[in-house]
């Protein structure tokens, strides 16, 4: 089992700034992609970002692209989420989430690739 727990969410205003953070319990010589998903509240978890264990492969979704910045430190088992330019768009509750996978360079995209998902960080952007 691995456990997941986000920090870092908050309110803030259109045009401003968040980081969050996921840590991660890893069990030795397991190794993880990573990814951060959202879901608003009537609508489906969305897909944000992933990144591979080497951290040098990542995807974005278009949304997001070009303001949003997912890297990961593996010494302290933590993958993080650097937001600008926030919109009220990305008014969510961010989750973070873990796939087993090969030591590489491999990363996932959708919902059902992950075996491990944090409780999940309330996002608000006012406008």
């Known amino acids: 089992q691995v456990q997941l727990v986000e920090s870092g969410g908050g309110l803030v205003q259109a045009g401003g700034s968040l980081r969050l953070s996921c840590a991660a319990s890893?069990?030795?010589?397991?190794?993880?992609?990573m990814g951060w998903f959202r879901q608003a509240p009537g609508k489906e978890r969305d897909f944000v970002a992933t990144?591979?264990?080497?951290?040098?492969?990542?995807s974005y979704a278009d949304s997001v692209k070009g303001r949003f910045t997912i890297s990961r430190d593996n010494a302290k088992n933590t993958v993080y989420l650097q937001m600008n330019s926030l919109k009220p768009e990305d008014t969510a509750v961010y989750y973070c989430?873990?796939?087993?996978?090969?030591?590489?360079?491999?990363?996932?995209?959708?919902?059902?690739?992950?075996?491990?998902w944090g409780q999940g960080t309330q996002v608000t952007v006012s406008s």
């Open positions: 990144i591979s264990w080497f951290g040098s492969s990542t």
């Open positions: 989430a873990a796939r087993n996978t090969a030591y590489g360079d491999t990363y996932y995209a959708k919902v059902d690739d992950y075996d491990y």
């Open positions: 890893r069990r030795t010589g397991s190794w993880y992609s």
